[in-house]
């Protein structure tokens, strides 16, 4: 089983770049393929041995506050979660989408795989923000695949901000003819540095486990979307992922991507002001964020305006990103959010989004088509939990072979 083939996806998102960096807003795309990472570097591992089945995958969502596994099994019935954990991680183990304590991310995620009581060894993981680059460019057409690599390797530097080939793995995928120019395919390319998705496969690997797909958080999103939602082709939904410190973008049309952006902000944001403002410790702000503060209701009623407030700066870049998206599109109208990530679950939060943007905006439940009847699993917890696993279910229904 190829490197390669394991990490062939349905769909590509396109790309262009707005104020503010970061977006990716191409035309739909003409075929749902995507290009992941080149991590030809992982042929070290038996993968072969490791992949015995469909079902021999976890998904695992690393973020900088937290880590969450999520096994979901397919049965004759339809799909089912047989385990999910979440559980928080250290602070400054990973930073800004960097792991700096390898280590430290290892022992964390061998005490999450022992918690949960997961076997398997097969890990589906992803990456978001600054650590990955997704750019559409245009080359010549009828290129062999291998001369295709080394025109986008001798050219890197007109599409990818890096100064070294290099430092870089990469990979790529042909979507079709442009329709600006039938001489001239749109090819999706995909790039990470090396040292970070290195520092990612040897936390992994110290604890006992097996890289067999890479992902981009917001590719994640669009699959836990396309398997639990009804949709028709001509459908625009906004799926939105407030993590701790990056939040997500991912506009789609028809189940495919058609707009994507990360950028570095999140539930961070709230819980230092509430840390600040309250002079309590950063867990007992996270704890505050969520559930509350004591006393009457007017009190605490005065606290949920407040985190509105704290929100703010979050809330306004998801707004200038979606009127970036209505400025390119304008002929597409999005008819409902769905919001994601922990950031999710904060108090008021969707209403002062659903106000802005004057769009419909609901929490998104990543367990609509999935049933919650694993011998393992508390469906009470999980529910409450539901827009947390959004990325945790996406990597988790992803498959080697996938297409």
Request: glycine letters at 10%.
């Amino acid at each position: 089983m190829a490197i390669k083939d394991l990490l062939t996806r349905r769909k590509a998102p396109s790309e262009k770049t707005p104020p503010g960096g970061g977006e990716k807003a191409p035309p739909p795309p003409k075929k749902k393929a995507f290009a992941a990472l080149d991590l030809s570097f992982l042929s070290k591992f038996d993968l072969k041995n490791l992949i015995s089945g469909r079902k021999e995958v976890v998904g695992l969502d690393i973020g900088s506050s937290s880590l969450k596994l999520a096994e979901i099994l397919e049965t004759k019935e339809g799909f089912v979660l047989n385990r999910f954990l979440h559980v928080p991680l250290k602070r400054g183990v990973i930073v800004e989408g960097v792991v700096t304590d390898i280590d430290g991310l290892a022992e964390a995620i061998k005490d999450l795989f022992k918690g949960s009581g997961c076997q398997k060894k097969g890990v589906v993981t992803s990456l978001s923000g600054h650590s990955v680059i997704v750019k559409k460019a245009q080359f010549p057409a009828r290129q062999e695949e291998g001369e295709l690599r080394e025109l986008i390797r001798d050219e890197a530097g007109k599409y990818l901000p890096f100064d070294s080939m290099d430092e870089i793995y990469f990979d790529f995928q042909v979507l079709g003819r442009s329709g600006d120019n039938p001489n001239q395919n749109d090819v999706m390319i995909v790039a990470a540095k090396r040292d970070i998705v290195d520092a990612y496969v040897e936390a992994i690997a110290a604890a006992g486990l097996t890289v067999v797909v890479v992902d981009v958080d917001t590719f994640a999103l669009e699959t836990m979307y396309e398997r639990n939602y009804e949709f028709s082709e001509e459908d625009v939904v906004a799926v939105v992922n407030i993590g701790a410190s990056i939040t997500n973008i991912n506009v789609m049309k028809g189940g495919g991507s058609i707009f994507t952006r990360d950028f570095g902000m999140g539930g961070d944001v709230v819980t230092e002001q509430i840390q600040s403002s309250y002079g309590v410790s950063f867990e007992e702000a996270e704890r505050m964020k969520i559930f509350g503060i004591e006393g009457d209701e007017m009190a605490r009623q005065s606290f949920r305006y407040s985190l509105v407030g704290f929100a703010d700066p979050v809330c306004s870049e998801i707004d200038r990103s979606i009127d970036y998206f209505r400025s390119t599109y304008g002929d597409m109208d999005i008819k409902e959010v769905l919001l994601a990530g922990g950031g999710a679950l904060i108090p008021g939060l969707g209403d002062d989004l659903s106000a802005r943007l004057r769009i419909p905006t609901t929490l998104v439940d990543p367990f609509k088509k999935i049933a919650l009847k694993g011998k393992n699993i508390d469906p009470e917890a999980v529910m409450q939990q539901g827009p947390a696993a959004a990325v945790a279910v996406g990597l988790a229904m992803r498959r080697p072979g996938d297409k």
